[in-house]
């Protein structure tokens, strides 16, 4: 039986959450949580993830905003069969860039819990160390294969080129997302944003610029976009140093322990993200070998466009690794359990209100990036509904990586991968695009359905409550709104006041539906913070 502070959050959570959390506490044999009240933990992990969140998601949006002008900007400026040869070019180096990135989750997970400055400066160091040297061995491996994969290919000079430029940038991609992590780790919210969100992407979209209209060149673009990641990189390092008293050292007493600590937690995570890199950039070698450049360029802006719906979730994100680290570390499971229902259903609830005027809006999104685009709009909403799905499962995977079940999420990822190459490879060799845009689905919606599912079967988490259903049927009049005004309205106005008015009714169905006392509360605390405290 849950302790009398448990019952009291579970009374404010809905009767629902109360029956769903007492079954997975009993179920797990966890016991109860007693050195503080379950109220405050929540209230204080919610806070932190939701500030991340609040203060990120702006950034986000501009940075996803950033990105899609940095998209239109090339396939306005370059032909179709051009960028799609620049699309997977770059595709094929973030093959190798998320396969190293795999020893970098260790920072979220040990920053937190640093003993001391020498400790953290001796992770970040260690953190920083091992993954520019993965990525330099895996850029040289790149170079020296590019005229083969070129070859082999038949895509000829331009595409071995473009290769070797991205192969050659590999370190500098590497240590920006690497610098990143640490300020995650840090939970330095503003600083974080200004580098991932803000600054590159702001640099990304002037090189753009200047590679269509000055140079006329995408091996100008690939150059400079390079460039600007090797800057911000540094930039962000530097105000580590000069804000948080970074220092790079490896040495820090018992440096060898945290080596090999670090190196046992990441090890699972790297080969897995070995399988997991394949699940989400595998299909650009299958373009490359199966396809035509134009379906790489279609496939990259469909990918762009769904990640679009994911803001939500990856808002989410920034922080909760730390803050379920904490949690998991400090044995509060019935704290951790609250806030995987809590985020997870804010997830959903925004994510249906940005999915909604893009699946119906289809054509109209697709023709900002050229007319060659409109005629794959029918694809558009498969790539939404994929990360819908992934979406409504929450921040799963980290939270399996953050409880210290990395080993499962690798047999997870290993799994997924094997099939996705017995389904993948036939299905785009029988149907083409189309066959590939099938397995992307089937890949992101089988993945986060397994992990809900070991999850569960581990930890006794899992996501869903009966007030999941909320946003689902405030989506219904959403729908008929935009449908009815892109039917009735000319041009650009049926999409813009369709949006408008069907997010208007949508937020008013929810407010009718009700909102937790934990949502209500939480969105007090973070108002009252901004309005005296600021950032």
């Not at 002037?206 to 800057?231: E, R, W, Y």
């Not at 019935?334 to 259903?345: G, I, K, M, N, P």
């Not at 992101?444 to 581990?458: D, Q």
């Amino acid at each position: 039986m849950a302790p009398a502070a448990d019952q009291s959050i579970a009374a404010d959570s809905g009767r629902d959450e109360t029956a769903s959390d007492s079954s997975e506490s009993a179920a797990a044999g966890d016991a109860p949580d007693a050195d503080e009240p379950v109220e405050a933990r929540l209230a204080d992990a919610l806070e932190r993830v939701a500030h991340g969140a609040t203060v990120s998601i702006p950034s986000i949006l501009l940075e996803r905003g950033l990105s899609v002008a940095f998209t239109a900007v090339l396939t306005n400026g370059f032909s179709a069969n051009a960028y799609g040869l620049f699309a997977l070019a770059r595709r094929l180096q973030r093959f190798l860039l998320h396969v190293a990135l795999g020893f970098r989750s260790g920072l979220s997970r040990f920053l937190p819990n640093a003993d001391s400055p020498e400790e953290r400066d001796a992770l970040v160091t260690f953190a920083s160390v091992l993954l520019f040297a993965v990525a330099s061995v895996f850029g040289v491996v790149l170079y020296a294969t590019a005229p083969t994969i070129a070859d082999l290919t038949g895509r000829g000079a331009d595409f071995r080129g473009l290769l070797r430029l991205f192969a050659l940038g590999l370190p500098a991609s590497v240590w920006l997302f690497t610098v990143g992590e640490a300020l995650r780790g840090l939970e330095e919210v503003v600083p974080l944003n200004l580098t991932l969100r803000i600054g590159f992407p702001v640099g990304q979209l002037l090189v753009a610029v200047a590679g269509v209209f000055v140079f006329d060149d995408l091996a100008a673009v690939a150059v400079g976009v390079v460039g600007v990641m090797a800057f911000t990189g540094t930039a962000a390092a530097a105000w580590l140093v000069a804000e948080r008293g970074l220092r790079f050292r490896l040495r820090s007493p018992g440096e060898e322990v945290l080596w090999r600590r670090y190196l046992s937690y990441t090890l699972p995570l790297f080969v897995g993200g070995i399988a997991t890199t394949i699940q989400r950039l595998g299909f650009y070698p299958l373009i490359v070998v199966f396809l035509s450049n134009v379906a790489g360029g279609v496939f990259a802006i469909g990918v762009l466009l769904g990640s679009l719906v994911r803001l939500p979730l990856m808002g989410i994100n920034q922080f909760i690794p730390p803050v379920a680290a904490a949690l998991n570390e400090e044995g509060h499971r019935e704290s951790l359990s609250r806030l995987y229902h809590v985020t997870s259903r804010l997830v959903l609830v925004a994510v249906t209100g940005l999915s909604v005027p893009v699946i119906v809006y289809r054509e109209s999104v697709l023709a900002l990036f050229g007319p060659t685009y409109v005629q794959y709009a029918p694809l558009l909403p498969w790539f939404v509904l994929a990360q819908f799905g992934a979406c409504a499962a929450g921040s799963v995977g980290i939270l399996l990586a953050m409880t210290d079940n990395q080993r499962a999420l690798l047999a997870v990822n290993v799994f997924i991968t094997a099939f996705l190459t017995v389904t993948a490879i036939p299905l785009t060799s029988a149907y083409g695009l189309e066959g590939l845009v099938a397995s992307y689905f089937l890949m992101l919606t089988i993945n986060n359905g397994l992990e809900v599912a070991v999850l569960y079967r581990l930890e006794g988490l899992q996501p869903f409550t009966k007030l999941h259903a909320k946003p689902l049927v405030a989506a219904v009049p959403f729908v008929a709104v935009a449908v009815v005004a892109g039917a009735t309205l000319p041009g650009w106005t049926g999409p813009v006041l369709g949006t408008v008015l069907g997010l208007a009714v949508y937020g008013l169905v929810l407010g009718r539906l009700g909102f937790t006392p934990v949502e209500r509360r939480l969105a007090g605390t973070l108002a009252e913070r901004y309005r005296i405290r600021g950032w």
